[in-house]
């Protein structure tokens, strides 16, 4: 049996690269091995501070800014939201505890690095707009994995991280969901400090809790947009605040409670745009995210708070046939292992100006239910056929309703 803590670097990235993980279930299986090819090159390379010398910067044909400036952030703080509920698992003297082991260390590294003024992977948290979005992915990520990512650090990287995130706080948001971002920060420095600004946060619950427009929908600031950013940022960090905010007494019970309902209802809606084939419809922005637009479904079955007419084997099968529609793709990585831009492998075209090569890492929170145990009903009951398989399939449709 490895005993991982006791590997250096090299031995530990060898294990890595040739485990495997002795699951019953091929599912989550194949879930851990999607998300650790998608996780490794960044990983591997920021714990040892070469993300910025190797990562390549693929950009939008019409790109704008200086995407080299904010691409390794975004790829860093994304991968870390998506991956972190697998790593609070800990390890286990199991081959997939022992994998996680191995990276939890590297994340460790990373995040030293990735916050250290000295290092080569030194990340921008303030300068422009858009290191504010992933200071709070980064800071989503370390509240959905306290245990294991914030409290094994040494006091150093502790204090940098604190460091880093308050430096964002002189990016003004727009008023849309970028309001979250700053409550997102400010959430972790009220974990991890004790001490975040409550102004921020109530400012921007209150906000959403105006755009709520029914059946489970936010507007993206006062007008409803047609796209998937109610799932990419705007229920899973209402959640993960709203926790935060019941955990220290901040924050209402109630609302909170509420905010689970209207997402459970989202994520019905989710699990019903999934087709028979693993298709999904590819509407509004930001669809160079890939599956990622299914964070909202993904987190619901995390929390195990599904709705009852959407099981989590169901939700198993159908996260699972999206995912590997998507893998289909020959070209969704390059030759050094890194996401291309594109939908369906690599697609540039269909990239907004804002996007480039880190942008590309939100897609990890479809695995965010890997963080489930393997004894939990989303792994241990085999996968089922989802709605739309079932209606097309001919066997019993249950009819769709509003909240």
Known sequence: MYKIKTLGLACLLIFISSATIAQSDPDREY??????????????NLSQGTLKQNMPIETAPNAYGDRDKVTYLEAFGRLLSGMAPWLELGADESEEGQLREAYIIMVHRSLKNATDPNSPDFMNFSEGGQPLVDAAFLAQ???????????RLDATTQSNIITALKSSRQINPYYSNWLLFTAMVEAALLKFEGDGDMVRIAYAMNKHKEWYLGDGMYGDGPEFHYDYYNSFVIQPMMLDISKVLVDFEKGSLKDHELFIKRASRYAAIQERLISPEGTYPIIGR??????????????????????EDVSPAQVRGALG????????????FDKGGWLTLGFYGHQPEIAEPYISTGSLYLCSQVFLPLGLSPEAPFWSLP????????????????IDKAI
Request: glycine share 6%.
């Open 31 to 44: 879930y851990i091995s999607v998300l650790t090819k998608i996780a490794d090159p960044v990983l591997q």
């Open 141 to 151: 990520g370390l509240l959905r994995a306290p245990t294991q990512l914030w409290d």
């Open 286 to 307: 930001s669809m160079a995210y890939r599956f990622g637009a299914f964070q909202s479904l993904a987190q619901i079955a995390l929390w195990e708070e599904l709705p």
């Open 321 to 332: 046939a999206i995912i590997a529609r998507h893998l289909e793709a020959s070209d969704m």
């Open 383 to 398: 996968a089922a056929e989802w709605t739309q398989k079932k209606i097309w399939g001919g066997k019993t449709p249950i």
